[in-house]
């Protein structure tokens, strides 16, 4: 999943080590921050080269980003849709399970809006991604997205469960559209850039680093990675 992640934002520090799998990634930011601009750059990276990829979210996304890289072919491999609900986001996964030809890459947004419908929501998510996972043909690649703070005290250890990666983004304090990116990755040196989002959509990259701050408890609870 961080291979998809670097596809749309190009190598940053070290190389993550090739005998470390690639996990499922959750990216965690703020409102405002670009987590669904992330996810669908990271769909159309690699123009019309790229893997097939199924964004869920609960609504659509206000635009689409660049990122194919001028390819229009990046688009016709990105499938969008909309599941209102937790139940329907059952439905949704355990179609996708059943497909002849998968996606090669899963994107998942808003999961702060799924998680809310009571404390044993996150786990039941992580239920249903741990079950399309072990489909006999599951997606390759899984990257998900979640609004910080989450709407519950316990949701980020639930969820780290399952997602042992991490991208948190961190707008810069008093600098509009501009947001540190950190890819925490287990086993495996964090890297980091910098994004500017552009007035109309575009998104400018950088290398930033990768250490620094980023490690405090984001439940804001104290709870840190227990549970």
């Known amino acids: 999943m961080a291979a998809a992640l670097e596809r749309a934002l190009g190598p940053a520090g070290p190389e993550a080590d090739a005998s470390v799998p690639e996990a499922p990634l959750l990216v965690l ?28 979210a609960p609504s659509a996304p206000s635009r689409l980003p ?18 209102p609900t937790l139940a329907a986001l059952a439905q949704e996964l355990g179609a996708m399970a059943a497909r002849a030809r998968p996606p090669g890459l899963l994107l998942l947004d808003g999961l702060e809006h799924y998680i809310q419908g009571g404390p044993s ?20 690649r899984l990257l998900a997205a979640l609004r910080v703070p989450p709407p519950g005290p316990r949701v980020l250890p639930v969820l780290r ?20 990116v950190r890819l925490v990755l287990p086993g495996s040196v964090p ?10 959509g575009g998104l400018n990259v950088t290398p930033g680093p990768g ?12 709870s840190g990675d227990e549970g």
């Open 161 to 180: 469960r399952y997602f042992p990666a991490e991208c948190r983004l961190r707008p810069l304090p008093g600098v509009p559209l501009r947001v540190n």
């Open 191 to 200: 890297r980091g850039w910098r994004l500017r989002f552009e007035p109309h």
């Open 121 to 140: 929501a996150p786990a039941r998510l992580a239920a249903l991604l741990l079950e399309a996972s072990r489909a006999p043909r599951p997606p390759a």
């Open 211 to 222: 250490d620094g701050d980023g490690d405090e408890d984001e439940d804001g609870d104290g």
């Open 66 to 83: 660049e990122g194919g890289g001028g390819d229009p072919r990046a688009l016709q491999r990105l499938e969008l849709r909309y599941p």
């Open 29 to 56: 930011g703020p409102a405002g921050s670009g987590r669904t601009a992330l996810l669908l750059r990271a769909a159309l990276a690699g123009g019309g080269d790229g893997p097939r990829a199924l964004f869920l």
